[in-house]
């Protein structure tokens, strides 16, 4: 029976797993590469890491002939049914955690959305090896620019932490009681507090997520302005207030709803001055 679900279109349909999926269209495949084959079947591995050289020898083929196998099957479809779905959900992987722990607040780095590159041994050692070789000033130029890449990578890692331990820090009461603890907080006040400009701070968070005990969120989600209480130095968030709108709205007569000027006298009575532009603005 699995024969004859693996036999229907697209190729690939029925198989158990990815390398299956592949053996199956590359069988079926009118140009048949037996290299190609054998790779998938003992080496998507060794395939997946670039592994050329070690696949090379063991099947004693020249490393531009790998790279032409590997060039085959990327032609191959690994989803052959994907085709078939009008929508393709989009998942937002975090690109930093913020878990609540004893002593306080652990935050964590996403890693995996940072790619993993480094400097191939080969060329540090040929640098290393051959004094006069005039290609070695070529050579180290460019090992020179790889590691101020990696270089800034590090610090761009490290300057998405510190940002997040600010806010962390700033907004204490949001991570300990959830949205209804966010304050106002700007770009200006974390970029003072560690000592780096604006657009740094703007750049580390832009489309940035952080994953909180209270649920995922935009980091710029944390940079509010702030609504001036009458009679009184304090402020309060717009996003708390824009919270308590939607729900005065959501609870309101709907044959007779609040006129703009109700829902500022509501606010007024209770020592925060809005206008109508304000809540205008609300998604």
Do not use: W
């Not at 649920?215 to 710029?220: A, P, Q, S, T, Y």
């Amino acid at each position: 029976m699995i024969q004859v679900l693996q036999s229907l279109d697209p190729i690939g349909v029925g198989a158990k797993d990815l390398a299956d999926c592949l053996l199956i269209q590359l069988r079926e495949h009118e140009n048949h590469n037996e290299l190609a084959y054998k790779i998938v079947k003992k080496h998507l591995e060794d395939l997946a890491e670039k592994r050329y050289r070690k696949i090379a020898a063991l099947h004693q083929v020249t490393v531009q002939e790998v790279q032409e196998a590997s060039d085959f099957i990327r032609t191959l479809n690994p989803r052959p049914v994907s085709h078939f779905s009008d929508d393709m959900t989009h998942y937002i992987v975090p690109d930093v955690y913020v878990e609540k722990d004893k002593e306080g607040f652990l935050i964590t780095v996403n890693d995996s959305c940072t790619p993993k590159l480094s400097i191939n041994p080969y060329y540090k050692n040929h640098v290393a090896i051959n004094s006069v070789n005039p290609a070695k000033d070529y050579i180290k130029g460019h090992i020179n620019d790889a590691q101020l890449l990696l270089k800034g990578l590090e610090q761009r890692q490290m300057t998405l932490y510190k940002v997040t331990a600010s806010i962390v820090e700033e907004q204490h009461e949001f991570f300990m009681k959830g949205i209804t603890g966010l304050k106002p907080m700007t770009l200006k006040d974390i970029s003072e507090k560690l000592q780096l400009h604006e657009s740094t701070i703007s750049r580390a968070t832009s489309n940035k997520y952080i994953q909180t005990p209270h649920g995922l969120f935009k980091l710029r989600n944390f940079f509010t302005r702030g609504l001036h209480r009458v009679n009184s130095p304090a402020t309060e968030s717009t996003g708390h207030h824009q919270r308590k709108i939607k729900v005065l709205i959501a609870d309101e007569d709907k044959i007779k709803p609040f006129s703009d000027q109700k829902l500022c006298q509501i606010f007024e009575n209770e020592g925060t001055k809005i206008s109508p532009p304000h809540y205008c603005k609300i998604p």
